[in-house]
């Protein structure tokens, strides 16, 4: 039998909490947009973003050192991304994240989403 580990069982509970909102996700005008958010230097760029309900947020680690992206409340954590690797995040309502790189703490960001 395998070991869910804490990291797991958060991202379940993540995915679990937004489920219900799925069918929300799309904007009113049927566009959802992509952004990048490029980690380099030990920054996130842009460090603050906002986006529109239902938008996705790609995390794009371009430093050869490990890095994540973190949400202060748990909400999301995309695990440790090496130099070249990327993940994406759907944002379904509004709502304000505080993030940081859990391997680099002072590393920190914020996504608004409107």
Same mark, same amino acid.
């Given at each position: 039998?395998?070991?869910?580990?804490?990291? !797991?069982?958060?991202?379940?509970?993540? @995915?679990? /909490?937004?489920?219900?909102?799925? /069918?929300?996700?799309?904007? /009113?005008?049927?566009?959802?947009? #992509?952004?990048? @958010? /490029?980690?380099?230097?030990?920054?996130?760029?842009?460090?603050?973003? !906002?986006?529109?309900?239902?938008?996705?947020?790609?995390?794009?680690?371009?430093?050869?050192?490990?890095? #994540?992206?973190?949400?202060?409340?748990?909400?999301?954590? !995309?695990?440790?991304?090496?130099?070249?690797?990327?993940?994406?995040?759907?944002?379904?309502?509004?709502? !304000?994240?505080?993030?940081?790189?859990?391997?680099?703490?002072?590393?920190?960001?914020?996504?608004?989403? @409107?």
């Amino acid at each position: 039998m395998s070991k869910i580990t804490r990291r !797991t069982a958060l991202r379940l509970a993540a @995915v679990a /909490a937004v489920a219900p909102l799925a /069918a929300h996700m799309a904007r /009113a005008d049927g566009h959802a947009t #992509t952004h990048t @958010v /490029a980690i380099r230097n030990f920054a996130f760029e842009p460090a603050n973003l !906002t986006i529109n309900a239902g938008d996705t947020v790609q995390f794009v680690n371009e430093d050869n050192a490990p890095h #994540t992206a973190t949400a202060d409340s748990g909400a999301f954590d !995309t695990g440790n991304l090496r130099g070249g690797q990327s993940a994406s995040l759907q944002f379904p309502s509004a709502a !304000t994240f505080s993030y940081f790189c859990a391997v680099h703490p002072r590393m920190k960001g914020s996504i608004t989403v @409107v």
